[in-house]
């Protein structure tokens, strides 16, 4: 399963100008605890994804609200010469193809 079938909600966004973080929402109690446990899901295998290392990854559980907030280091400053997502819009992709 893909973390895109087991999250309702998977999307990325801005943190400012040096991170992005990767929303996570689950609707039920079970695929939020799937997510955790999984081997997968991991911050060395996030970094792999992303190409950043592992240390730069936070992985930020809010277990009342069923959400996991992924925060990655941006490649290039919002808003650069090289930025290509001023947004950070388009980050969940690897994520979100992520096999849990």
Not at 62 to 73: G, Q, W, Y
Not at 74 to 83: N, T
Request: proline share 4%.
């Amino acid at each position: 399963m893909k973390l895109y079938d087991a999250a309702f909600v998977c999307r990325s966004k801005n943190a400012g100008p040096f991170q992005v973080t990767v929303d996570l929402m689950f609707e039920t109690r079970e695929m939020y605890d799937k997510v955790l446990k999984s081997s997968s899901f991991t911050a060395e295998k996030i970094g792999e994804l992303y190409h950043v290392p592992s240390e730069k990854i936070a992985i930020k559980t809010f277990e009342r609200i069923l959400t996991i907030k992924v925060v990655l280091p941006r490649i290039s400053s919002s808003g650069s010469l090289q930025d290509m997502d001023v947004y950070g819009s388009q980050q969940h992709f690897p994520l979100g193809s992520l096999e849990i």
